[in-house]
């Protein structure tokens, strides 16, 4: 899938938080800052999947199995699906995120929908990277939303 597609994914994703149109019905500064924090929500998010997708299309073990179709014919969107999934996982979790558990996501994806054991260590890398890429999404987004906020109480 191309970063343009993931994209649109992403942002569809995010459509049910955001008005189709866009609009603003009664046009309250308060909605529109939050209209404008949920655009920014959604360039973030769209900015680690790709992020994400890139991460996936260095792991070595990732596209052996996809060029070889281990995971059947499909198996190029089995990786891109994986993407989406952690994307998914990363932002939409209400609970605390561990690192294992991710892991286990990696490794059942592997197994079970691309029929690949990997016990090379990668997958607790690229684990690890993944943490590191949504720790450093948190943090620039609350950047972002500070210096937005900021922005809007002195015009």
Same mark, same amino acid.
């Given at each position: 899938?191309?970063?343009r597609?993931?994209?649109?994914?992403?942002?569809?994703?995010?459509?049910t %938080? %955001?008005?189709?149109?866009?609009?603003?019905?009664? @046009?309250?500064?308060?909605?529109?800052?939050?209209?404008?924090?949920?655009?920014?929500?959604?360039?973030?998010?769209?900015?680690?999947?790709?992020?994400?997708?890139?991460?996936?299309?260095? $792991?070595? @073990?990732l596209?052996?199995?996809?060029q070889?179709e $281990?995971? @059947?014919?499909?198996?190029?969107?089995?990786?891109?699906?994986?993407?989406?999934? %952690?994307?998914? $996982?990363?932002?939409?979790?209400?609970?605390?995120?561990?690192?294992?558990d991710?892991?286990t996501?990696?490794?059942?994806?592997?197994?079970?929908?691309?029929?690949?054991?990997?016990?090379? @260590?990668?997958?607790?890398?690229?684990?690890?990277?993944?943490?590191?890429?949504?720790?450093?999404?948190?943090?620039?987004?609350?950047?972002?939303?500070?210096?937005?906020?900021?922005?809007?109480?002195?015009?």
């Amino acid at each position: 899938m191309r970063r343009r597609e993931q994209r649109v994914e992403a942002e569809s994703s995010m459509d049910t %938080i %955001i008005n189709n149109d866009g609009s603003n019905d009664n @046009g309250t500064r308060q909605e529109q800052e939050q209209e404008q924090e949920v655009q920014v929500q959604v360039e973030a998010v769209s900015h680690l999947l790709e992020e994400i997708t890139l991460l996936l299309s260095q $792991w070595n @073990g990732l596209q052996m199995a996809v060029q070889n179709e $281990w995971g @059947g014919h499909d198996s190029l969107q089995k990786a891109q699906q994986l993407a989406v999934d %952690i994307l998914s $996982w990363l932002s939409q979790s209400k609970a605390p995120l561990y690192v294992d558990d991710l892991e286990t996501m990696l490794h059942e994806c592997m197994l079970l929908s691309l029929n690949t054991e990997i016990e090379d @260590g990668s997958i607790e890398e690229v684990a690890e990277q993944l943490m590191i890429m949504h720790e450093e999404y948190l943090q620039g987004y609350q950047e972002i939303i500070e210096k937005y906020r900021g922005r809007e109480d002195h015009p």
